[in-house]
């Protein structure tokens, strides 16, 4: 707690006076997935006398949110499969906002680039990774490690043959030479090469073959590498360190080769799995992967060395968990489905695929498995079932969705009202995440987005009759600086509740940022609202009218604070 602002030791004070209140928890109590349609109802029949049997007979009706608690599961795994446009997006969404609302660190690989909005609203951020990520930077291996690795990855991608991976390994270091390696024992590299230092090294190669067979192995090694455009030089990530901080996407839309997709996912998971070991033995969640459409980004989960395996093994006593969507669940591994704690598929067409994941659900029951096997063929968009170690039998449940605008063409202008812009952004993310200054413009000059400058950027944020970008910046600051201090938080994204939910010593609170142009009497009904539901209020206010709220509106379980307090 060393270094606080005066606000924040004032915020502290005020809560370590009050005893918590009944009812209240320093948690988020699970995370909503969706709301419950029903369960197997269990019918016991008598054949003549014969010894009674009890079979899952139909679905029996149920209501109410369902909620999942992955941090008290002893493998966090989680696997979500189904056919695509069932929703299995739409519940990735869900999870991403309740784990990082947890305060869950999460690594995000979004194989088609449809996880901006999310990404946004959680105040996460994206990395490029034709920019921001170098393959060749050592990142706490030596030389001679990273050199060996990359060889292996490039080898199990192009599956090349024996000697074109001695060849591609004196290419590789060669190419660390002359960027500047000393030794392979060296851990820091001040010039790393890149694809580029790569492919000029294997052309100078090929200039010096001495032999017929070398130059074809060199040539065929070229073709495969040539095109990769990969590891650029201008990294801007400080390490691996990087993406277990926060929210942290990595859009892979826009990699069009699948070799180049691969090779990222295992080089960035490669050295995640090798930080990993250097974590304490916590045996507590705190980190996810998160990995959207598995099927199309990697093709070496199922063999013996996959890098997936391996962390979903090993993972669970760092804290580490993974979640994948993909296709067709049964080609996994088999060890890794028995290693998830939570199975969740929507429908699907493949009867190879639905006779497998009702096998699965139905934890050896016969009359389960073809039960569910039925159901599964016919289960609508957006349902899924779900099996969890909350549940004994298998629920069924649906994802509420809003009704999308309607907008045949597409366009980006009603993409970037409904989703992209929905929170504030940076325009410089806004340009990283495609949007060009051509649309911003325009998007401007139409009415669809509103801007502000601040904190040395201009921000960026679809047009709300209800909320201001000047308000939703000012609720930014607040969850940034709970967040700096140690203080869980999220924003709460409608209008019902306050701005933000804190906990802290054991009491939860409501946090409200307020501009001074709403009328005092609804401001005062707000706050005592706000009061009977949480017991704690802090109204961060504007400078300008931060005197009248001190003077009218602080009282008993109401804290006034200046938004200059918590700049500081």
Known sequence: MNNMSESLERLIGYIMKKEPRSGSTATIEGIS????IGYPSIHTLMFHGAEKKAIPFAWKHAKGTVYIKPHEYNSPHIIIAGASGN???????????GLASSGTNILLFDSDSEHYDIISAVNGKTIDPFKDINIFALDGL??????????????????????????LHSCIRYAYSISGMRSIYQANIENVPSMETLVRTINTFIANSRTAAEKSRLYSILNRLGSLNLGHGDSSLDGINDLFEGVVSIPLRHVKSPYAKRIIMHELLQRLYSRMHSMPITHK???????????FVISDYDSQTGIIKKIVREGRKYGIGIIVSTHMAISLPK???????????????????RRYMA??????????????????????KYHFLLSCPEFALPVKITIKVAKPLENN?????????????????????????GFTEEQIESLKKSGKISSSFSSGSEWLMTKNPSLS?????GVNAICSWLSANGIENRAIDNSAGPDVVAYAYGNKMALEYETGKKSASSTSRMLAKRTRDYGFVVVIVDEKAYGFYKSAMEKAGILIISDQEIKK
């Open 359 to 380: 096998s699965v659900m139905a934890h050896g029951d016969p009359a389960m498995e073809k039960f569910l096997y039925g159901d599964i063929s016919f289960l609508q």
């Open 87 to 97: 929703g299995k997006s739409t519940l990735l969404k869900k999870l991403i906002s």
């Open 33 to 36: 997935v969706g709301e419950a």
């Open 469 to 473: 970008i000047g308000h939703e910046l």
């Open 142 to 167: 030596s030389a001679g490690e990273r050199i060996q690795e990359l060889t292996s990855i490039f080898s199990d991608v192009f599956n090349f043959g024996y000697l074109q991976s001695n060849s």
């Open 409 to 433: 063409n597409h366009d980006y202008q009603n993409y970037a009202s409904e989703n992209v812009l929905k929170r504030p952004m940076r325009k410089e993310e806004a340009l990283k995440l």
């Open 285 to 295: 969640l705190s980190n996810y992967i998160i990995i959207d459409e598995l099927d």
């Open 335 to 353: 060890d890794m489905v028995e290693n998830s704690s939570c199975i969740i598929t929507f429908g699907s067409p493949d009867p190879s695929e």
